[in-house]
């Protein structure tokens, strides 16, 4: 009977510490990069089912556009931080996330002119004379967002991932409007000049939400 136990109570104390051995939390350090910006970015998964991340994003981007007869160019800078909750329901990689960034830093500036002739109180004017439209659209403080997306690790200890969802950063803002050359001195440009406020107001007030796509690399502790 005792040379019986004593293969069973080395059994069981093998696989008792197995047994016991908790969930190992992993640290993941790195850096992510998309729509809305790059920079760094670290996750601590406490549970399998739950885990939680931080980063801060940068990006600057130049355009140009069109609003009724004026082109406009533009310098986007983004300058956000923020963090999400990501559920894993499977304990796996898919992930479904949902958090918060501070969006006071990210604005548009932006400068047009007309891209013909202008015609105020009978006198017409070349788009240098008529003079420009500066300003800056700015979006609310913070923004919620929500994401979808997948995280993969190697045994290695390197992680990739995706998200890709929407941030919803209100209704832009048209702020510190300044009117140079005709615009800004002739009375008769005014009603002009009250048009083309409204036309860029109407534009970006189709905007409220904001993509994500954002794609990730790191190294697991």
């Given at each position: 009977m005792l040379r019986l136990a004593y293969p069973a109570l080395l059994l069981s104390l093998a696989a008792a510490p197995a047994c016991a051995l908790p969930f190992a939390p992993p640290i993941t350090v790195g850096v992510t990069g998309g729509t809305l910006g790059v920079g760094p970015e670290i996750s601590y998964r406490p549970l399998p089912l739950i885990?939680?991340?931080?980063?801060?994003?940068?990006?600057?981007?130049?355009?140009?556009?069109?609003?009724?007869?004026?082109?406009?160019d533009g310098h986007a800078r983004?300058?956000?931080?923020?963090?999400?909750?990501?559920?894993?329901?499977?304990?796996?990689?898919?992930?479904?996330?949902?958090?918060?960034?501070?969006?006071?830093?990210?604005?548009?500036?932006?400068?047009?002119?007309?891209?013909?002739?202008?015609?105020?109180?009978?006198m017409t004017f070349s788009p240098e004379e008529a003079g420009t439209l500066s300003g800056t659209i700015r979006t609310r403080s913070v923004s919620p967002l929500a994401t979808i997306g997948y995280s993969h690790s190697t045994l290695s200890g390197l992680t990739f991932g995706i998200d890709g969802g929407v941030m919803f950063h209100g209704r832009p803002r048209v702020e510190d409007l300044v009117a140079t050359g005709e615009l800004g001195s002739n009375p008769y440009a005014q009603t002009e000049l009250a048009r083309q406020e409204q036309r860029l107001r109407d534009r970006v007030d189709n905007y409220p939400y904001y993509p994500v796509v954002q794609l990730s690399l790191g190294y697991r502790f």
């Open positions: 885990a939680l991340r931080a980063s801060a994003t940068f990006l600057g981007v130049n355009g140009h556009g069109h609003v009724s007869s004026y082109r406009y983004l300058r956000n931080f923020g963090g999400s909750i990501d559920l894993h329901p499977f304990a796996n990689g898919f992930r479904l996330s949902a958090g918060l960034r501070s969006t006071s830093g990210n604005r548009i500036r932006f400068a047009g002119m007309a891209r013909t002739p202008q015609t105020y109180g009978g």
